[in-house]
């Protein structure tokens, strides 16, 4: 019912700067949360940030200082500065839909591969 597919992902220097982007489609009414989440090999998907409809962001402590997330209704971009080749990850945009006659419904997309070298 919701589609959502990630872009800007690439290799980068430490140090340097990425920006992804998430561009939701399909039956988009009623999301009232978004974010990124990460996952490097041989680990489990974490919360990189998140925010909802009227709220604030919300952080992963690793990245409070150098990651800006923002949202325009169903579309998601993550501003990365400061790289670290910790960060070396695919990150998945995520999409919450809340609606009355389903109250929570989960969309992933399919990811996008940052690399952060030394």
């Known amino acids: 019912q919701v589609q959502l597919v990630e872009s800007g992902g690439g290799l980068v220097q430490a140090g340097g700067s990425l920006r992804l982007s998430c561009v939701a489609s399909?039956?988009?009414?009623?999301?009232?949360?978004m974010g990124w989440y990460r996952q490097a090999p041989g680990k489990q998907r974490e919360l990189v940030a998140r925010?909802?409809?009227?709220?604030g962001p919300i952080y992963a402590d690793a990245v409070k200082a150098r990651f800006s997330i923002s949202r325009d209704n169903a579309n998601l971009w993550l501003q990365m500065n400061s790289l670290k080749p910790e960060d070396t990850a695919v990150y998945y945009c995520?999409?919450?839909?809340?609606?009355?006659?389903?109250?929570?419904?989960?969309?992933w997309g399919q990811g996008t591969q940052v690399t952060v070298s030394s």
């Open positions: 399909g039956r988009i009414f009623g999301i009232d949360q």
């Open positions: 995520h999409a919450r839909r809340v609606t009355f006659s389903s109250p929570v419904e989960d969309y």
């Open positions: 925010i909802s409809n009227g709220g």
